[in-house]
């Protein structure tokens, strides 16, 4: 059974021994209000529910399960539905596990999922205007209003905002995320700068201030003092990641201007920083790479 995981949780397709989670997840007053009545009323309508899911290619559920006690806690989805040009996803969660940051955590562990298997131009999901939460939750996820909708369910008509994000966004986000992950060496991490060749362009250029001046490296240039001052325990506990970012796609080629942080230990006293990063990307044979990166760091904190 095809399942991907978090760091807090896992995901699997539903069966019908979901049943009874099933039917209080249906039931319960943030579902019935914001989703829809489906009349699950018992077991075995629970049963055919599932069932029902199962047999529509057009749906794919995921029950989310605690990883340390295997509770199923929610659902995330993602469906194509009629009157959509794209795949929507969508979450729920049983009441007393709203607020913990599961649902955040799910929905963006299943975008990684499916973003390598559904080759949908972008990734929709529709919301009620207002459901603040979850709108909160989707902009947190990286999509962005795009139009309002009204459609027709059950004899009556409904107005949903649709939100949205473009599958090359989702893919830069994830290059972005692995390029800061590399310089970790936490918890006793050693960084992976063979996976860096990989993501950049053969000619990347890397430039960054120094002192009153910028200056200039190629990839093995940039990688060659990094690996050092990474391995020999001057610079321990060290990581790097995005606090914000803003990303634009034109085509084939993107840039993404971000706010970034860091923190470690280097020569035996520890400090935190934070600098502004210019990064630019091409997408060649389908796949976008690093071309460029530039960046000059703020002055250090105390």
Not at 54 to 68: C, G, K, M, Q
Not at 86 to 113: C, T, V, W
Request: net charge negative.
């Amino acid at each position: 059974m095809p399942m991907f995981f978090s760091e807090n949780l896992f995901m699997r397709e539903p069966d019908v021994s979901d049943a009874a989670f099933i039917l209080a997840l249906l039931n319960s007053p943030g579902f019935l209000h914001y989703i829809g009545d489906r009349q699950v009323r018992n077991l075995n309508d629970a049963s055919r529910y599932i069932q029902t899911i199962r047999d529509n290619e057009a749906i794919s559920y995921w029950i989310v399960h605690l990883r340390t006690t295997e509770e199923a806690i929610g659902i995330v989805s993602m469906i194509k539905r009629s009157y959509l040009a794209f795949h929507d996803i969508g979450f729920a969660f049983l009441p007393q596990h709203n607020g913990k940051g599961y649902a955040r955590e799910a929905s963006h562990a299943m975008l990684e999922y499916v973003v390598d298997r559904c080759h949908d131009q972008r990734i929709l999901a529709t919301v009620m205007p207002e459901n603040q939460k979850s709108i909160q939750l989707l902009q947190r996820l990286g999509l962005r209003f795009d139009e309002v909708l009204q459609e027709a369910n059950d004899s009556r008509s409904e107005l949903l905002h649709v939100y949205s994000i473009s599958r090359d966004e989702l893919l830069i986000n994830r290059l972005t995320r692995h390029y800061f992950e590399l310089f970790s060496n936490r918890d006793g991490a050693v960084p992976q700068f063979e996976r860096l060749m990989a993501m950049c362009q053969s000619a990347a250029l890397f430039n960054n201030r120094v002192g009153e001046r910028f200056k200039a490296s190629n990839l093995e240039q940039f990688i060659r003092p990094r690996q050092v001052i990474l391995t020999n325990g001057y610079l321990r506990d060290f990581e790097e990641f995005e606090v914000s970012s803003t990303t634009v796609i034109v085509g084939n080629i993107a840039q993404r201007q971000c706010l970034y942080g860091k923190h470690g230990i280097i020569d035996g006293k520890a400090f935190q920083q934070q600098g502004d990063k210019l990064l630019q990307f091409i997408k060649e044979d389908g796949q976008w790479k690093i071309n460029s990166a530039l960046w000059e760091d703020h002055a250090l904190q105390d």
